[in-house]
């Protein structure tokens, strides 16, 4: 069974652009969760889209967002970026969601020049 | 409010040695679920365990084993005879919620990197 894919693996923008952030869940799963990842903050939730329906969001301001496909795959989408947004953006998919198991994607590191 | 609380930051070890990674909970719900997960250096999370408020068994898996505590909010995890491969940042996690519901956030610890050495 594959696992978790995230594309692109790396990317690196500058201050005020945009960026959108692609993940494919594991087959069969309609849960896909987002994850900001940084040296300070550590894990942070971002939101949970099931069965293309945000579930919930994290304490995130509003120039984050996403959405879920009809095939479960989901993209995110930062506007304006901020030097402060540089991270590792990790999706996890499950079966039910976040609150059981999760698999984990490799990630996609922004770096924001 | 929620909180994780890992209070190692960095553990180091020497191969076979025991070692247990501590982590202690804050909530005001009586159903949350704890979980920990394993974040070796290739980046990618790997899922190790999942405990609901209801279950206090502790639960062991093979050299793995969890001390689930409500009476002190804490989940600790255990690592017998540590094995090279067992470094990583290890993470512990809080997820108030239900079975079937969609509130409720995921809060993860600062992580607990653990260095066994050969």
């Known amino acids: 069974k594959a696992g978790v894919t995230q594309t692109p693996r790396y990317l690196i923008k500058t201050r005020g652009q945009q960026v959108t952030l692609s993940c494919s869940p594991i087959s069969g799963h309609r849960s896909v969760s987002w994850y900001q990842q940084t040296p300070g903050q550590g894990l942070q939730f971002l939101f949970e889209y099931f069965s293309e329906t945000q579930r919930n969001k994290g304490n995130f301001p509003g120039r984050f967002s996403g959405r879920q496909f009809s095939n479960s795959r989901s993209e995110m989408n930062v506007s304006t970026l901020e030097l402060g947004d540089s991270a590792l953006y990790l999706c996890?998919?499950?079966?039910?969601?976040?609150?059981?198991?999760?698999?984990f994607g490799p990630g996609t590191r922004l770096t924001v020049t | 409010a929620q909180k994780v609380t890992q209070a190692q930051t960095e553990i180091s070890v020497v191969e076979k040695e025991d070692v247990t990674l501590d982590c202690v909970y804050e909530?005001?719900?009586?159903?949350?679920?704890l979980f920990w997960y394993k974040q070796p250096p290739s980046g990618e999370l790997v899922f190790l365990i999942r405990?609901?408020?209801?279950?206090?068994q502790n639960e062991i898996s093979g050299r793995y084993s969890w001390n689930f505590q409500k009476s002190t909010s804490s989940f600790n995890f255990t690592i017998t005879a540590s094995q090279v491969v067992d470094s990583a940042v290890y993470f512990c996690a809080l997820s108030e919620g239900y079975y079937g519901g969609s509130q409720g956030n995921l809060i993860f610890g600062k992580g607990t990197k653990l260095s066994v050495k050969p």
């Open positions: 909530t005001r719900d009586t159903t949350y679920y």
């Open positions: 405990r609901n408020s209801f279950d206090e």
């Open positions: 996890a998919s499950s079966l039910y969601g976040r609150f059981y198991e999760q698999y």
